[in-house]
């Protein structure tokens, strides 16, 4: 059973571009979160989506959006991009959503992204 | 809304010995915990979870945690550790049954785990 796959592992932008990342989950999962993990302010929820509706979302400003589609697959796009945007980006995908009994959350391998 | 506190930044140990690491949350909400370990340059793997029931869980690679309701604590052991346990190690936390809630873990800081032979 394939893992969580997210693309692509590493990227390099600008100052002032965008960037769409994509998390392919585990087939059969519904639920796709997103995380910024960062030395600074560490593992921060970004949104969840289940069955393409976004159900909840972090403190992050409205660069930062996503998308899921009918396929589970997700993206998540940051626009005018700042230096502090620099961080991995965690995908997680899980049958229903964390916190209902016996669901659990299985991590991607992240999208390491560098703004210059 | 949830916190949890990472009591330990780094944990220096000698291969062999135990070791613990220790997570304190803040909730007024009853709610799930997790322990994660992160390698270099990868994602974040499950050791083990609590749900509901016995409150020390086992889980991969002989680690162990028990939840002390009373305390807030959800302390991570093994009782023998490998240089192949280096690593940082999270603790996490849900509340039930979503809500506002959906698919959001809130992490600790993170403690890293340094086996020396």
């Known amino acids: 059973k394939a893992g969580v796959t997210q693309t692509p592992r590493y990227l390099i932008k600008t100052r002032g571009q965008q960037v769409t990342l994509s998390c392919s989950p585990i087939?059969?999962?519904?639920?796709v979160s997103w995380y910024q993990q960062t030395p600074g302010q560490g593992l921060q929820f970004l949104f969840e989506?289940?069955?393409?509706?976004?159900?909840n979302k972090g403190n992050f400003p409205g660069r930062f959006s996503g998308r899921q589609f009918s396929n589970s697959r997700s993206e998540m796009n940051v626009s005018t991009l700042e230096l502090g945007d620099s961080a991995l980006y965690l995908c997680?995908?899980?049958?229903?959503?964390?916190?209902?009994?016996?669901?659990?959350?299985?991590f991607g391998q992240g999208t390491r992204l560098t703004v210059v | 809304a949830q916190s949890v506190t990472q009591l330990d930044s780094q944990v220096p140990v000698f291969e062999e010995a135990p070791v613990e690491l220790r997570c304190n949350y803040s909730?007024?909400?009853?709610?799930?915990l997790f322990w994660y370990v992160q390698y270099p340059n990868q994602g974040l793997q499950l050791l083990l979870k609590?749900?509901?029931?016995?409150?020390l869980v086992k889980g991969i690679n002989g680690f162990e945690a028990e939840f002390n309701k009373s305390q807030t604590s959800f302390h991570l052991r093994k009782p023998s550790v490998h240089i192949s346990d280096t690593a940082e190690y999270f603790c996490?936390?849900?509340?039930?049954?979503?809500?506002?809630?959906?698919?959001?873990?809130?992490f600790g800081q993170g403690t890293i785990l340094t086996v020396h032979p």
């Open positions: 997680a995908s899980s049958l229903a959503a964390v916190g209902h009994q016996n669901t659990e959350a299985f």
């Open positions: 087939s059969g999962h519904r639920s």
């Open positions: 989506y289940f069955s393409e509706t976004q159900r």
């Open positions: 909730s007024s909400v009853s709610v799930y």
């Open positions: 609590y749900l509901s029931g016995s409150t």
């Open positions: 996490a936390v849900t509340p039930w049954a979503g809500g506002t809630s959906y698919g959001k873990l809130t």
